[in-house]
């Protein structure tokens, strides 16, 4: 694939436009235990986190299943229901402002994220920036997550995109190869720096 044949660019949006961590709603509940803490979020948080992303389940039918398969941890999955517009943090403006320069220079920018239906979009009037897709696909929305090609699949579907008109943005590096093996264009972001450098060298903005 040539760098000129790029004219659309699909973003993730969690740890690349949204800054996302659920780190500091459970660490008052470690107090003095990092290892703890670090087990629950690798280990039971994790668990509910991905099926939330994949499920069309809402929390109060997914929720208890967790709390029988990890009955230590029942309390901490009431907060994940009752907390979890607390794990976004805010909206990262270095990145913003390459998403605005696009969409400045005419380039179609789409999003597709792991993100529970119930959930999306977040709350707040600072994601206003979300309207500036043309479309989102929502993982919880669609019962499909990233990396499954299946979701890239559906999203190329909607968004009216041959992958190899695609540039994919995301902070996950799987996910990032899981589009490079359908065709697309990948970026592995890191920083708004090296993202504005990549759309630039495919000639975007």
């Not at 179609?108 to 529970?116: M, Y």
């Not at 897709?133 to 999203?155: C, M, N, Q």
Request: net charge negative; glycine share 8%.
């Amino acid at each position: 694939m040539t760098a000129q044949a790029v004219k659309a660019v699909i973003f993730d949006l969690g740890g690349v436009l949204i800054e996302w961590d659920p780190t500091p709603v459970f660490r008052e509940q470690f107090p003095d235990d990092a290892e703890g803490l670090n087990a629950f979020l690798h280990g039971p948080f994790r668990d509910v986190a991905l099926t939330s992303c994949e499920s069309t389940e809402s929390f109060d039918d997914l929720l208890p299943r967790f709390r029988r398969k990890y009955p230590e941890a029942a309390h901490l999955f009431d907060l994940f229901g009752a907390r979890w517009h607390d794990f976004v943090q805010a909206p990262m403006p270095a990145s913003i402002a390459v998403l605005d320069a696009l969409v400045e220079a005419g380039t179609p920018v789409f999003a597709l994220t792991n993100w529970p239906a119930e959930t999306f979009p977040p709350r707040g009037a600072d994601y206003a920036f979300l309207e500036a897709f043309g479309d989102i696909v929502v993982s919880g929305e669609v019962g499909l997550r990233k990396p499954d090609v299946a979701i890239y699949r559906l999203a190329l579907d909607r968004f009216g995109l041959d992958p190899s008109e695609v540039l994919f943005v995301d902070d996950l590096a799987g996910n990032v190869e899981a589009a490079a093996a359908l065709g697309m264009a990948g970026h592995h972001f890191q920083d708004a720096a090296s993202l504005r450098r990549e759309v630039s060298r495919h000639g975007l903005c």
